[in-house]
């Protein structure tokens, strides 16, 4: 027996609450959604989600490497840092 009164008709989503928009790419790492395409999620018709929801892997694909952290991010805005070289102490 089915209980209409409890059943919801929740809008379909590729969310995995992981809602961190990568700074280059500028797509949420958690489920490859644009910020615009986050924002207008639930006005989207199903068919307009659906075909969202198709490229969503392919995208991903693009996040897959590390960025590298703090060092990396860093190094992007500033340049490489110098090499430091320790020379013997001369007595």
Do not use: N, Y
Not at 15 to 35: N, Q, S, Y
Request: hydrophobic share 30%.
């Amino acid at each position: 027996m089915s209980d209409d009164l409890w059943t919801r008709q929740e809008i379909e989503s590729p969310c995995v609450k992981i809602c961190v928009i990568h700074p280059e790419a500028r797509l949420c790492i958690g489920c490859f959604r644009t910020g615009e395409e986050i924002q207008k999620w639930s006005r989207l018709t199903a068919q307009e989600r659906r075909d969202i929801m198709d490229v969503l892997a392919e995208r991903g694909k693009t996040l897959t490497k590390r960025r590298g952290g703090r060092d990396a991010r860093m190094q992007r805005t500033r340049g490489p840092e110098p090499a430091v070289v320790f020379a013997p102490k001369e007595d």
